[in-house]
């Protein structure tokens, strides 16, 4: 059985050249991880964060560069860049809701490399590591949510970082 892996970076230099069929493939390959990753920091901004998204994706998709990362990685980049703007300007209108509770990951066998060492992690670590990608707090603002020191927060982000990133290139 042959696996089929999907070219972000073939797709993202074709949408830099004004293929729409390659723009609608990275949109079908990538729209719904996106939306729900993004419900989960801002409940029902999500879908125009994700709108934005796809928007910043073709309007600069000639401006990504593999030296930058993974053609994937960069399209996250500016979902996170969009999510955390919406997040500030609901913070500072007074309109933010209540963080949800931060999920309890299950990996399954098959998961993957990156599920399976997110699972791995010490408490504390995913902890840290998720307030900071899913409610998009910095180091002072997740320490004070979680009660522990902003260097023990960083040393915590940054181990966790290390872990995926080892897992990755295993």
Known sequence: MSVSVFDYEAELTACAAGDRSAFLALFTQEAGPMFTLVQHMLGNEAEEVVHETFVLIW??????SASLGTARAWMYSILR?????????LTASGEAREQP????????????AIA?????????????????????????HIAEKLDRSEPDIQASIESALA????????
Request: proline residues 10%; hydrophobic residues 35%.
């Open 81 to 89: 860049y969009r999510a955390l703007s919406h997040l500030h300007q």
């Open 116 to 140: 399976n060492t997110l699972a791995s992690l010490p408490q504390p670590q995913l902890d840290a590591l998720l307030q900071a990608y899913l409610h998009g707090g910095d180091y002072a």
């Open 101 to 112: 509770p931060l999920p309890v990951l299950n990996p399954q066998p098959d998961s993957g």
């Open 163 to 170: 872990r995926i990133d080892e897992a990755v290139r295993a």
């Open 59 to 64: 309007r600069n998709a000639a401006g990504y």
